[in-house]
């Protein structure tokens, strides 16, 4: 048997893959079976967040189409129709078991602004103590980008994890439609084993992991294990298992040696430095030379301008930025103390030129480490 942490709030992930049939809408007879067992595992856990995909699959079959449509703007359209059918069916589902659920529809500019970001968690946990279920999803019908699969929240899984860390969850458990991590494709290899528990997510696992290939979802085990990483830095466990048998949540609550569990949480991020790694829109990039790369990473340095060699983009102070390499890889995220403008005229300049060059100065730091997130995997 494993020994879970207390569960206090769980999220629960459920993708399109298990939820919809490939051509054929909602699993209903799936929906009522998962419902029932959420509502049997929150007389032990009373606070359960879902984060449910399904809206387009709820939607094509709606609007006459034999099969998901491939148009972006047609997809919209299904995801506006089916969103409505979708908490229709929960809501009816939960009505047996005399459970409130709640819709909440998020973009990822909801979690880049920081006081909507706020706002949504004061409304979460506000819903969460009158007993309710919130019911999450990426508002699909106005967001083009995830529809293309381009990063944005890039897919249900990321924005599970990022539910995880806006509410302070202790458990993220995603349903997949296989049994967890294995070290090699079960699909392909009859021989591969599955990973019970992971203590340190790395290269090697992400090197595991595969694509989609369900057809109906847009998540594979690389998103799942992203997600993973990013619940683990907010202080959130994690359990991926098998979600098309609902049975399967219960047994791995309950310590079961079921699914993969992420068990280790080294040093989790503080609320605001997870909101900056992972949930802040990004407004530019900023440049370094090897020198200010060895004092943010392995010196733990705040950034100055002498170690700077380009800037991008337009942004305002207080903004989000990205921070590369000499070769192009992102290093780090932090919030700035100057605009894109003042910061083109002082970098690769010594801070006591700041004065001069700019006839004000605000700090020493470009960004200061308290507002910077490392997130490069080091090896150290």
């Not at 209903?28 to 995909?53: D, G, M, T, Y």
């Not at 595969?210 to 847009?218: H, I, K, Q």
């Not at 005229?345 to 004065?355: E, L, Q």
């Amino acid at each position: 048997m494993r020994k879970l942490p207390h569960i206090n709030t769980l999220v629960v992930k459920v993708g399109s893959n298990i939820l919809t049939q490939k051509d054929k809408g909602v699993n209903l007879e799936f929906l009522s079976s998962f419902v029932e067992k959420i509502c049997a595992i929150k007389k032990n856990i009373s606070n359960i967040v879902i984060v449910s995909s399904g809206a387009v699959g709820a939607g094509f079959k709606i609007l006459g189409y034999d099969s998901r449509p491939q148009n972006i703007i047609d997809r919209q359209a299904c995801a506006a129709v089916g969103q409505a059918r979708l908490i229709w069916y929960y809501d009816k589902e939960f009505e047996k078991y005399s459970v409130i659920p709640a819709q909440i529809l998020i973009t990822k500019d909801d979690f880049a602004n920081r006081r909507r970001y706020l706002n949504a968690r004061y409304t979460i946990r506000r819903l969460l103590e009158m007993g309710v279920v919130p019911i999450i999803n990426e508002n699909d019908s106005v967001v083009i980008e995830e529809l293309k699969y381009i990063e944005n929240f890039s897919d249900n899984d990321n924005l599970s994890a990022l539910v995880g860390g806006l509410i302070g969850a202790d458990m993220l458990l995603i349903l997949s439609d296989v049994d967890g991590l294995y070290d090699s494709d079960p699909s392909q290899n009859s021989n591969a084993r599955r990973i019970g528990e992971v203590k340190y997510i790395n290269e090697e696992l992400f090197n595991m992991a595969g694509c989609s290939v369900s057809g109906v979802g847009t998540g594979g085990m690389k998103s799942k294990l992203e997600a993973a990483s990013k619940a683990l830095d907010a202080g959130c466990y994690v359990g991926i298992i098998n979600g098309r048998n609902p049975e399967t949540m219960e047994a791995f609550l309950n310590g079961e040696d079921v699914g993969t569990f992420f068990s280790h949480i080294e040093d989790p991020f503080n609320r605001k430095k997870h909101w900056i790694a992972y949930a802040a829109g990004v407004m530019g990039a900023i440049h370094l030379d090897s020198g200010a790369v060895n004092a943010l990473i392995h010196k733990k340095k705040s950034l100055l301008p002498s170690g700077i060699t380009d800037i991008e983009g337009n942004f305002e102070i207080g903004d989000v930025v990205a921070v590369y390499d000499p070769d192009g890889k992102e290093i780090a995220r932090g919030k700035v103390r100057y605009t894109s403008e003042d910061a083109e005229k002082i970098k690769g300049k010594k801070t006591s030129d700041i004065f001069d060059i700019l006839g004000y100065k605000f700090t020493d730091e470009i960004i200061h480490r308290d507002d910077l997130v490392i997130t490069a995997v080091t090896g150290d």
